[in-house]
C-alpha cells in the first residue's frame, strides 16, 4: 500500500535557527513527489515537484531533496512568515490516474 | 489568476440535506479532484476526473456522487448529509498526469 509519513508533526523554530522537515515514502513506482504550502483557512499552495532520487529544487529560504526512500525540506534562516503547515505528496504509477496520497504534515512555527 | 474557484465558501447543513458543491478552473486542466480534510488524517481523494466525460471513485467514495459537467467544472453532490461528513473539502486540478495539482480555498461543511 501506498504511503507517506511525515516528520516531526510539529517543529517550534527561533528566527535564524534552520532546520529539516522529513518526508518518507512507500510506493510502488514513484512518478513524483510534491511539497506544497498550507496556511490556516487556505488552500494547499504547490512549492516543488521532485521525480528523481538526487533530484534538488530551491525557491528563497527552502530547499527540497529526495532520495528513493524519502525527501526533505530544508529551511535555511527562517522567517515568522514561513510559518505555516507543510505538506507532503506523492503520486504512484500504481495509484489512481493522477492522485497524489497526502501526507498529514509539518506544522511549523517560527518565532521572532 | 482566478485558478480554482469553489462555492460555497462555508456551509452549515442538517442530517439527511443535500447539497452540491461547486467547482470551477480556468487554466484548462484535464484532470479534475475532489479531496476532503479532517484533522489527523491529511487529504484524502474522493473522486477525481482524468478527463471530460470520466469520473472515477478515490479513496473515499461513499456518501458522495460527483458531475464533471465540462472542462471547467467538477462537483460534489451530498445526497444525505451526515454528520461524519464534516469536513474541510478542497477541489484541485491538474494538467496532466505527472503535474502539480492546484487547489481551491476550501469549503468548510459542517453537519449538525
Known amino acids: 500500500e501506498d504511503q507517506v509519513t511525515q516528520s516531526p508533526e510539529a517543529l517550534r523554530l527561533q528566527e535564524g535557527e534552520s532546520s529539516s522537515l522529513n518526508c518518507s515514502y512507500t510506493?510502488?513506482?514513484?512518478?513524483?513527489l510534491f511539497w506544497y504550502r498550507q496556511d490556516p483557512g487556505k488552500g494547499p499552495e504547490f512549492l516543488f515537484t521532485?521525480?528523481?532520487a538526487g533530484e534538488e529544487k530551491e525557491k528563497e529560504r527552502l530547499k527540497a531533496t529526495l532520495t528513493k526512500k524519502e525527501s526533505f525540506l530544508h529551511i535555511t534562516a527562517p522567517k515568522p512568515e514561513d510559518s505555516a503547515t507543510y505538506l507532503c505528496?506523492?503520486?504512484?504509477?500504481?495509484?489512481?490516474?493522477?492522485?497524489?496520497?497526502f501526507g498529514k504534515g509539518t506544522k511549523l512555527s517560527v518565532k521572532p | 489568476n482566478a485558478g480554482v474557484t469553489q462555492t460555497p465558501k462555508f456551509q452549515v447543513l442538517k442530517t439527511g440535506q443535500s447539497m452540491t458543491l461547486q467547482c470551477a478552473q480556468d487554466?484548462?486542466?484535464?484532470?479534475m479532484y475532489w479531496y476532503r480534510q479532517d484533522p489527523g488524517m491529511g487529504l484524502r481523494l474522493i473522486y477525481y476526473?482524468?478527463?471530460?466525460?470520466?469520473?472515477d471513485k478515490g479513496e473515499v467514495p461513499n456518501g458522495y456522487n460527483v458531475s464533471r459537467l465540462n472542462k471547467r467544472e467538477f462537483s460534489l453532490r451530498l445526497e444525505s448529509a451526515a454528520p461524519s461528513q464534516t469536513s474541510v473539502y478542497f477541489c484541485?486540478?491538474?494538467?496532466?498526469?505527472?503535474?502539480?495539482?492546484?487547489f481551491g480555498q476550501g469549503t468548510r461543511l459542517t453537519v449538525v
Open positions: 484541485a486540478s491538474s494538467g496532466h498526469r505527472r503535474s502539480e495539482a492546484f
Open positions: 510506493v510502488s513506482g514513484l512518478r513524483g
Open positions: 521532485l521525480y528523481s
Open positions: 505528496a506523492v503520486q504512484s504509477s500504481g495509484g489512481s490516474q493522477g492522485n497524489l496520497i
Open positions: 487554466m484548462n486542466h484535464n484532470s
Open positions: 476526473s482524468a478527463s471530460e466525460g470520466t469520473t
